[in-house]
């Protein structure tokens, strides 16, 4: 059973990502430090509010759960958040707020974020602009020319054979993709939808 947990953290939104875009979408929020602005001007109520605050220095509503941390820690605000969801049952977590801004060290680390939630059984999407994802052995990729016209595949492990890549202005077939080479970067839906299948490894998907 899909459980949704909504996460903010505190990087840029992407214009993608509005009021009007959460009027469908229900579930659990959690807003680490800074992100919490960001439900504030969307208009969303926060479950929980995590983080040691050295970002956020606004006043903090009463009605959420408030964890307290400090900046001393091995676990960045965002991490927390993803580790709360999960022992509280969520497994499909979108994060807001993960990609743009002036620190990039922050995108790598939830990067790293998607592989520890993968790992503790749940699905973490990164979403903006971009919408970032895992895709591994076994699993199909389906992805609507409406919705997003370009995407990117990266191999994440040393290698990821992609069964087929159909549906793009550039398809594979049977093709081993390797780690230290972006040949899967800027392809182009072609037909109505495009869908990946992975035969063997993890694999980035970025769609933007």
Not at 57 to 81: F, Q, Y
Not at 128 to 154: I, K
Request: hydrophobic share 35%; aromatic share 10%.
């Amino acid at each position: 059973m899909m459980k949704i947990c909504h996460i903010f953290a505190g990087g840029e939104l992407g214009s993608k990502v509005t009021k009007e875009y959460f009027r469908s979408r229900k579930g659990f929020v959690i807003c680490a430090d800074s992100g919490y602005k960001h439900a504030k001007n969307l208009g969303l109520k926060p479950d929980v509010i995590v983080g040691d605050f050295d970002s956020y220095k606004g006043k903090l509503p009463s009605d959420p759960e408030i964890i307290r941390t400090v900046p001393e820690k091995d676990d960045t605000d965002t991490i927390m958040a993803v580790k709360i969801a999960i022992e509280r049952g969520y497994n499909t977590l979108w994060l807001y707020g993960a990609l743009g801004g002036p620190r990039f060290d922050h995108a790598i680390a939830n990067i790293q974020t998607m592989l520890y939630a993968r790992e503790h059984g749940a699905e973490l999407i990164l979403c903006g602009n971009e919408w970032v994802s895992l895709q591994g052995e076994g699993e199909s990729h389906y992805v609507r020319e409406d919705c997003d016209r370009y995407f990117s595949v990266f191999a994440i492990t040393e290698t990821v054979k992609i069964k087929s890549l159909r549906g793009v202005k550039y398809p594979l077939e049977n093709y081993e993709m390797h780690r230290s080479y972006p040949i899967g970067v800027s392809n182009e839906i072609m037909d109505r939808h495009a869908l990946l299948d992975i035969e063997s490894g993890l694999a980035l998907v970025v769609q933007s």
